[in-house]
Every structure is written in C-alpha cells, then in structure tokens.
C-alpha cells in the first residue's frame, strides 16, 4: 500500500467518524417531526373521532368523492373551515384544499400553526403541500393512500407523513387510522355510485 492510498484511507476513515454526530443530529430532528410546540404528542388526541366523524358527514355532501375534511383551532376548540371534494368543478378542488381555501378566506389573520387538519382520506402530495406552505402542524386521516389504490382509486404514491418531513421548514404531525373503518367503508360504497 503506497503512504497516498493510506492517507486516502485514513481520511475516509476520519470523515466518516466525523458524520456520526451529523446523523445524531438527523436522527433528533425526525424524533421531533411527530411533535409541536417542543413537546411530544400522543398520536391520537381527544376530540379526534368527533372531529373525523365531522369530515365523514362532509363528504357525504359528495358520495362518489367523498372526501371531506375540516380544519379547528386547537386553542379555542373551533372549527375554521369545512370541505368537501369539488374536483367536478376544479381537478385541484380536493377537500383539504376546499377546507384550507374557505378558512383563509374567513380568516384571514389566522395562526395556521395551531390548526388540526382532518381529513377522510390521507392528502395527496398536493394537499399535503398546501399544509405545509399554510403552516399546518397536524393532520389526522382515516383511509390510507395505501388503501385507496388498493380499491384503484387514483393516488400519488407518497405518503403524507413523507411530504410532511421532506418539508423542512416546517413541522408537522401526522395521524393516520382515525376511523379508519367508517372512512374505507365511505370509498369502497363510492364505487357504486353513479
Ligand atoms: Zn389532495
């Protein structure tokens, strides 16, 4: 071995100890991705299954889409904003997007980062954008994107919490299997209806 390769090798070999308190780091950030305001949060909170029940009654409002969802106010336990699937109208018209568009439009000087997002079906890659520009640091779902291809609806295939920590400017909590049942239930009637 000539005295070059074993400098190389002994560089390599201190790069590598120096990248272990790097992936330390990392590590603590994704630790804290299921978190806001500093403190972790269990996954699933009281009022979930009220509020998820709320969505579920929203997509009623669209049974052949039915995706419904609603945004509240966590501090003042109100909801800001309710939709539904509008993608006859608009391709972009997803619930969240509806719920997301109306809450701005109420309330225009809202703190996004107190709101919960629930919605009957995992956001798309789409939706789960606008809930990171808008600051949204919680999103709770029933059906999984998993789930919706299953039955051949179309779905990008990413998951919510994947958009979620891609998006590092922000930090925000996603819950899925809410009601799980009652949502799949709601897509798989969606596939008889006319
Ligand atoms: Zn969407």
């Avoid at 990248?19 to 330390?24: I, K, N, S």
């Avoid at 995706?67 to 109208?89: H, M, T, Y």
Wanted: aromatic fraction near 8%; charged fraction near 20%; glycine fraction near 8%.
């Amino acid at each position: 071995m000539t005295s070059m390769k074993r400098r190389t090798l002994l560089h390599n070999l201190v790069s590598a100890i120096a990248v272990v308190p790097l992936l330390g780091a990392q590590a603590k950030t994704a630790g804290a991705f299921n978190s806001f305001d500093g403190e972790r949060q269990p996954p699933v909170q009281a009022g979930d299954a009220q509020y998820m029940r709320r969505a579920i009654r929203l997509a009623g409002n669209n049974p052949k889409y039915p995706f419904g969802a609603l945004l509240v106010d966590r501090e003042k336990g109100i909801v800001v904003g309710e939709g539904w699937n509008r993608s006859v109208k608009n391709p972009t018209w997803h619930g969240e997007m509806d719920a997301i568009n109306k809450c701005a439009a109420a309330h225009p000087k809202i703190d996004w980062t107190r709101l919960t997002l629930y919605t009957t079906a995992e956001p798309c890659a789409m939706c789960q954008g606008a809930v990171a520009w808008s600051g949204i640091s919680r999103v709770v779902f029933g059906s999984s994107i998993p789930f919706l291809k299953s039955l051949k609806w179309w779905a990008i295939d990413i998951r919510a919490e994947e958009v979620a920590k891609l998006s590092t400017f922000r930090n925000c909590a996603v819950v899925g299997g809410v009601l799980e049942e009652e949502c799949n239930k709601l897509f798989q009637a969606a596939l008889n209806v006319k």
